[in-house]
């Protein structure tokens, strides 16, 4: 009977399971199913979504390349104008020049002169356009290709459209300038009306250089109009010449709506400003209205015709407008190639959701069956035997206990019983050869000579070597137990660049260069986890390497490449460059402040003071890249980093290399040292430079996130998987041999020819990459350039945020001020600018001159502003002789170049400020009323 009620309730609970099992599974495979067809109902959305974001994006940036390109050509259209005509003259002077030495001597001044005559004056050039023409310094024509009626007489009082003599001025600047200059005027151009018509002209730039044998001037000129016609001509035969199946096209309109480039040839030319779609809407006045619109903008249109269907179609466009031409550039994608590639999408999913709801049925409904049988048929017997085994491992955790395998039912429990007894006596033998073990391990960890710790995660130090207690002075027991910190650093802070904390946190070996101030050294520690029996970080070895003195050679010969790329341009170009932009920013704003009802000039002036704000921004840039500093590591944006050393890449880089740039912006940041990720930046695109020797080609730099795998990562050691800003620079030079590609990281390897580089700068690179934890890649084919990858891992942390400060009005005042500097422009625009404030200004640009009127009449100044940097007596010097007169008069000292050991003498003086140029008179308005109120205030 018991036997009976036993396999009732077996099969009762056999049942019970069955039914809840089911149950359980048809409602979870309810919910799932549901579950994931509105999952992949919200993923077609958001994949619709994407499609046409990314299509938008992509028609976006096709427009804004070319406009960025057109705007950089514009940009650059008149210094290259002027230097053709400068380098066209000088051949002309030169054929002048060549046949006069050949013939002095033999053939007379008069047949001379006819030579050159008639050698340059059917020079044609420029497209036809361009001829020389020859001046005499007492303003008469000597020849002209075009009216023979000048010739011989005197142009001294000829003007232009602005009523300026440019024929004295031409004369002027050639005789005042031996190597020759540009003038500028306004005049008719050649077969538009009357010759000497200047009614319609129109502006023309000339290069003229004296020829002093007869006392000739030659010169040359062309219409600016005609070169930014050429210009316009070049991107309309660009853009009617692009067509792609996949990026459509690029259509462009004048603002009044004629049509400049289009696929359809019949467009070009004609005004569509009327052009209508199917619904009625008027496209073109569309594009116009809000490609004029400040950053572009897209509109919705039916095209009227889809090139792949051949019938109308739904399109979004891109426009964007060009204001100096007047021109609205555009491009589109049309919206039935999406929808076809979404009903692509749509079938798949829809086949996908079927296929595996179908499969997950089934495979659960076997696996269900199949467990419920099983475990009907095993369960009685293995719980029997398993609780011998239960026994067996319980008495045995505490003494030898063995099994009797002949009561096993089943071979294999009988075989593992079997075994179980011969573990028990392997343990017996390993626990003895363990002892052994531990002795060895004992006598070579105290025998390595580098400092060895192993840590727990909270960084306490568990066991050490002999090393570390001959460094320190201590027995094993006063390290053990103690933070690593607390021991090595005597600080109560971790290192900030500790790699045991990376380890920590992906369980990976990581190596990083550790200063030890205390003891005035460095060591290259090198980390590494131990895991217990469930694959749990345990323990940290920690590995520590003096390298104090590699570390000070690293630095000095670090900072001898930087300090010889840009020591001596820094500290020359300093001084008199701050003092011109000084100059510059000082009148502009006065005429940007005489200039506020004008519209037009005032924005102009404007963007004067910011291409003035970017040159002084450069030169400190420069400045702080040349002058030695220590490494700082800070939480950086590596896209900021990048953005200025392209700076001056950009400004030593021939205009006849093309520069491509891809910086996608993003909150990343890296923790490095701004000046050694700014050198990275610098000596790869340097190198990229030197390889396209006939400066000739295309240098692209890139920088995006990127996340690197493990499978990517196999073949480097120490680099945990994850995030990574990756930097591409690439070029278009001669290549790297394959034979040689391996060493290009090697210090003092070099293909460079004697004078060209050492072969520090790729190996610079290479530490300093490895030492940030990251690394870098080079591929190169002969012949078709190099490419250099270079991955840094991103941190978790932020910058902090920016705070804005609020704008206060500037002061006012009507004290009397001395101002003196021996550059005249920089003294009389401080004059005007703080005449605008209510002050009462004397000038003096002699500083002698300034000592004797200020001796005259101590008492008449309130404050002194005077340069530092001035012949025979110095603004320091200046400034002492005055103190010595009234020693609580404030003085401003300003200097173009940043010497720390200037500005702390002249506090020590007594100088109340120390400024740097180039300085903005609302600045220095700022500082003269601080200080005259400070001294005005009681004490």
């Not at 959701?353 to 179908?358: F, G």
């Not at 200039?595 to 000039?601: F, G, M, S």
């Not at 891809?662 to 990229?688: F, G, M, R, W």
């Not at 804005?804 to 004059?831: A, F, H, R």
Request: include cysteine; proline fraction near 4%.
């Amino acid at each position: 009977m018991a036997n009976k009620r036993q396999q009732s309730f077996s099969k009762l609970y056999q049942l019970s399971i069955l039914i809840i099992l089911t149950l359980l599974f048809i409602t979870l495979g309810t919910v799932w199913i549901l579950h994931e067809y509105n999952s992949h109902r919200d993923s077609l959305a958001k994949m619709r979504e994407d499609y046409i974001s990314t299509r938008k994006q992509e028609v976006m940036q096709e427009v804004n390349i070319h406009l960025e390109d057109i705007r950089f050509q514009i940009s650059t259209m008149e210094s290259q104008l002027r230097h053709k005509l400068q380098a066209q003259t000088e051949n002309g002077w030169a054929i002048a020049d060549n046949i006069y030495r050949h013939n002095a001597g033999t053939l007379s001044d008069r047949q001379i002169k006819k030579l050159i005559i008639e050698a340059l004056m059917p020079q044609r050039f420029f497209n036809g356009r361009g001829y020389y023409w020859i001046l005499d310094t007492d303003h008469k024509m000597v020849a002209h290709p075009f009216n023979s009626n000048l010739v011989g007489k005197s142009q001294a009082d000829l003007t232009d459209r602005e009523g300026q003599k440019f024929i004295r001025n031409s004369v002027r600047v050639a005789q005042e300038n031996e190597q020759g200059g540009f003038v500028s005027y306004f005049w008719n151009k050649p077969g538009v009306g009357e010759r000497l018509s200047i009614e319609k002209g129109e502006h023309k730039i000339a290069f003229l250089k004296l020829f002093k044998p007869f006392n000739w001037i030659i010169g040359t000129g062309e219409y600016v109009h005609d070169v930014e016609k050429e210009l316009q001509n070049k991107f309309l035969a660009r853009m009617n010449s692009i067509q792609s199946s996949k990026k459509g096209y690029i259509f462009t309109h004048t603002f009044e709506g004629v049509c400049l480039s289009h696929p359809n040839r019949n467009n070009i030319g004609k005004n569509r400003w009327n052009y209508q779609d199917a619904n009625g809407k008027k496209v073109v006045q569309e594009v116009i209205q809000i490609g004029q619109q400040p950053g572009g903008g897209f509109v919705e249109y039916l095209s009227s015709l889809d090139p792949k269907s051949g019938k109308p179609s739904p399109k979004i466009s891109f426009v964007n407008s060009l204001p100096q031409w007047r021109w609205v550039l555009g491009a589109g994608v049309y919206l039935n190639d999406i929808n076809k590639t979404m009903a692509g999408f749509r079938q798949d999913l829809r086949s996908e959701l079927i296929h595996r709801s179908l499969t997950t049925i089934i495979l659960i409904l076997g696996a269900l069956a199949l467990g419920i049988w099983l475990s009907y048929l095993f369960g009685k017997r293995l719980t029997r035997e398993l609780n011998i085994f239960s026994t067996f491992f319980k008495q045995s955790a505490t003494q030898p206990q063995t099994i009797n395998a002949d009561q096993m039912t089943i071979s294999e429990f009988g075989d593992l019983a079997r075994a179980a007894n011969q573990m028990v006596e392997e343990r017996q033998r390993i626990q003895f050869d363990l002892q052994q073990s531990k002795e060895v391990w004992e006598k070579s960890f105290n025998a390595i000579s580098d400092f060895v710790t192993i840590h727990d995660k909270d960084s306490r130090i568990i066991r050490t070597n002999n090393a570390v207690c001959k460094f320190l002075n201590k027995q094993p027991e006063e390290i053990v137990g103690k933070l690593c910190h607390e021991v090595f650093q005597q600080n109560a802070e971790r290192c900030p660049n500790c790699p045991g904390r990376k380890t920590l946190i992906d369980k990976h070996s990581h190596t990083a260069a550790v200063p030890f101030p205390k003891v005035d050294k460095t060591f290259q520690v090198s980390t590494a986890p131990t895991f217990d029996d469930q694959d749990q970080l345990e323990y940290i070895v920690h590995v520590a390497k003096d390298i104090t003195e590699q570390k000070r050679l690293e630095e000095e010969l670090l900072h001898s490449r930087k300090m010889e790329a840009m020591g001596t341009l820094a500290g020359g170009i300093a001084h008199d460059f701050n003092n011109i932009l000084t100059s510059l920013l000082g009148y502009a704003d006065l005429a940007e402040e005489n200039t506020r009802n004008h519209d037009k000039t005032n924005s102009y002036i404007q963007q004067v003071i910011m291409a003035g704000n970017r040159a002084a921004e450069l030169v400190k840039q420069i400045l702080a890249f040349s002058r030695k500093s220590e490494q700082s590591l800070t939480h950086i944006s590596p896209s900021r980093i990048v953005a200025e050393a392209l700076k001056l890449i950009r400004a030593a880089c021939p205009t006849t290399i093309k520069i491509q740039v891809e910086i996608v912006q993003s909150d990343d940041y890296i923790l490095a040292d701004p000046t050694k990720i700014h050198q990275v930046v610098i000596n790869l695109c340097t190198n990229a430079l030197h390889s396209m020797e006939n400066q000739q080609g295309t240098m692209s730099i890139r920088l995006i996130r990127k996340e690197l795998t493990a499978e990517e990562l196999q073949d480097q050691t120490g680099i945990a998987p994850g995030p990574f800003m990756e930097l591409t620079i690439a070029d278009t030079g001669h290549g790297i041999e394959a034979n040689i590609i391996g060493h290009v990281f090697d210090p003092y390897f070099t293909t460079k020819e004697v004078g060209k580089g050492v072969g520090m700068g790729l190996a610079m690179v290479h530490g300093i990459v490895k030492e940030y934890g990251g690394l870098i890649k080079v591929e190169s084919k002969l012949m078709h350039g190099t490419t250099f990858r270079v991955y840094l891992p991103i941190t978790a942390n932020n910058a902090p945020p920016q705070i804005s400060t609020p704008i206060e009005p500037l002061p006012n005042g009507n004290e009397q001020i001395m101002v003196i500097d021996d550059e005249k422009s920089i003294c009389y625009m401080l004059k005007g600018s703080l005449e605008r404030f209510g002050y009462r200004i004397t000038a003096i640009t002699n500083s002698q001159e300034a000592l004797t009127e200020f001796t005259t009449n101590p008492d008449k100044f309130d404050l002194i502003i005077t340069d530092q940097n001035m012949p025979k007596l110095s603004g320091m010097a200046l400034a002492q002789e005055v103190l010595k007169l009234r020693p609580s008069l404030p003085i401003i000292i300003y200097s173009g170049f940043n010497d720390q050991t200037s500005e702390m003498k002249a506090l020590e003086l007594g100088i109340k400020k120390f400024l740097l140029k180039p300085i903005d008179s609302k600045t220095m308005a700022v500082h003269i009323r601080k200080l005259l109120d400070e001294r005005q205030a009681p004490a």
